[in-house]
């Protein structure tokens, strides 16, 4: 027990340490947030085994946080792999008296295996073994008392001015690598005239769009659009070598690649994403003008006829949907009149509209058709977000007038529409009709909605609640997001003040 205590805070273990934070220090200094940082195929294992309970139960408890909670448990295992190496390393290199070039050696391996980068992997052990280095100094000749790790004082301060050293590094690296970290794309499409229809509907939804106060336009800013995914760092694929599989149980096998799919029938529209997993008046629901081809071109052309449509994306995300679901989706290059952008699934995503945005299955790279429904990645933790979005009227903007308070925010109902958005502000007492935008002029995009409310000062109930083209009443029961979407309709107490 004594001897495991003096093991564990003895030099070698915390030199190990020490040389295990530098080197994912450095390895973040030297490639950014890439998939050349050492902590992203950690990250990939992580999120493929960590068990659905865990991960649902940090999204109910800690929201959004649990992104953050993600990526510090992650870093944390990150280090500890490169710790426990370098503690292996230096036992070895003890026997020889070269724990620096076997510290550098086992660090640079581990690195270049898990990221395939010869060069940035220098990154992570150059400054692991130089870590080693300033707390052995092998030049000064000297060798702690014992081999078990007991160290002569003089050593202690070292250490000490080492790990205030690597906490300078650490800071320093981490500025290092934001620089390193690529800027999101922005370069337009190259087909005119999928240029000229995308810039069209901006233009509409522009025109059409109110003017509200904390809620997004009728089409979301692509650097404002929700972002959710598996894969804490977003893959960077390049579109050149970009490839897209057609098989299964089909007539002709594809393969499609980048340029042949934008030589294809394109379409462009308006679809609006909305998460499952997010809050009933949460945030993660966006609008686009999407630009695509067709599914139905990618179902005839390999003569598939299969109840179920499989779809496979680069970050081990997949998804299973019905033959006629997919049959309306898009396979989408082009996001508001831009190449869709890497944190939406550069180069390719599928949009499958009025459906919950999970089955949107980003950095597409497979199509497999097969009569068997199998569970998506959501589907083995326990969720069912495959199926049509339920409808939402949200409350994003509460704003003091001069003679009230005007409400307001978007509505969506995926393909049944939204015909009514009804307000009440007196806790569902009574009801009064909202403003609409006009409807968009193709797809399945929100509406906007708002209601100038001249009242009184003071609180109010306000409840809100959609209505769809068949006239029915978004659903009033309320759910938690888990497992299908969260459902009720949306309230907030309101006080308006003194003019
Ligand atoms: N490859 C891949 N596609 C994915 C996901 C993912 O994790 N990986 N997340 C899905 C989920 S849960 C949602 S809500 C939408 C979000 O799309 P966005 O990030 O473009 O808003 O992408 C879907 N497509
Ligand atoms: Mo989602």
């Known amino acids: 027990m004594r001897s495991a205590l003096r093991a564990l805070t003895g030099k070698q273990a915390v030199t190990s340490l020490l040389a295990g934070i530098v080197a994912v220090a450095g390895s973040y200094a030297a490639a950014g947030f890439t998939e050349e940082f050492t902590f992203t195929p950690v990250s990939a294992v992580v999120v493929h085994y960590t068990p659905g309970v865990i991960i649902n139960t940090t999204l109910d408890v800690f929201g959004d946080l649990g992104q953050y909670i993600n990526m510090a448990f992650t870093l944390t295992v990150t280090v500890a792999l490169f710790t426990v190496l370098i503690g292996i390393a230096l036992e070895i290199g003890r026997r020889f008296n070269g724990r620096g070039v076997a510290a550098f050696g086992a660090v640079w391996l581990a690195a270049f295996l898990l990221t395939r980068a010869p060069l940035l992997s220098l990154g992570a052990a150059v400054p692991a073994a130089a870590v080693v280095a300033m707390t052995y100094r092998p030049w000064q000749g000297r060798e702690p008392a014992d081999s078990t790790g007991r160290w002569p004082d003089e050593d202690r301060r070292e250490i000490l001015g080492t790990g205030l050293g690597v906490v300078g590094f650490a800071g320093a690296s981490y500025v290092a690598g934001s620089y390193r970290t690529p800027e999101p794309d922005t370069t337009q499409l190259v087909e005119e005239d999928t240029q000229t229809e ?18 997004p336009d009728l089409l979301s800013d692509v650097e404002n659009f929700y972002n959710v995914d598996i894969a804490t760092v977003a893959p960077r694929i390049d579109a050149e070598s970009w490839e897209l599989t057609v098989d299964g149980e089909v007539d002709q096998e594809l393969s499609i690649d980048y340029q042949q799919l934008q030589g294809m029938e394109s379409e462009t529209q308006y679809s609006t994403l909305r998460c499952v997993g997010e809050d009933l008046n949460g945030a993660k629901m966006d609008n686009a003008v ?90 083995e933790r326990g969720w069912e977000g495959t199926g049509e979005v339920s409808a939402v009227a949200k409350l994003w903007t509460t704003e003091q007038t001069r003679d009230g308070v005007l409400l307001g925010g978007q509505a969506y109902d995926g393909h049944d529409g939204v015909s009514a958005v009804e307000v009440s502000l007196d806790g569902g007492e009574t009801w009064n009709d909202a403003e609409l935008t006009e409807r968009l002029s193709t797809g399945d995009g929100w509406r906007q909605w708002r209601y100038e409310a001249d009242v009184e000062p003071g609180e109010y109930d306000v409840v809100v609640r959609a209505i769809d083209d068949n006239g029915e009443v978004q659903e009033r029961e309320p759910s938690d997001a888990f497992p299908d979407g969260a459902t009720g309709w949306v309230s907030d107490t309101v006080t308006v003040a003194e003019a």
């Open 198 to 215: 995308a810039d069209q509907l901006v233009a509409e939804a522009e025109g059409k769009a109110f003017d509200l106060p904390g809620s």
């Open 290 to 379: 999407w630009t695509g081809v067709p599914a139905t071109e990618v179902v005839e052309q390999a003569g598939a006829a299969t109840e179920w449509v499989r779809m496979h994306a680069d970050d081990g995300f997949h998804n299973t949907i019905p033959m006629e679901v997919f049959e309306q989706s898009l396979i989408v290059y082009g996001m508001n009149g831009f190449e869709l952008p890497r944190d939406h699934g550069h180069p390719v995503r599928v949009i499958v509209p009025g459906h919950w945005g999970e089955v949107n299955v980003k950095w597409l790279t497979r199509i497999e058709f097969t009569d068997e429904d199998v569970e998506g990645y959501w589907e």
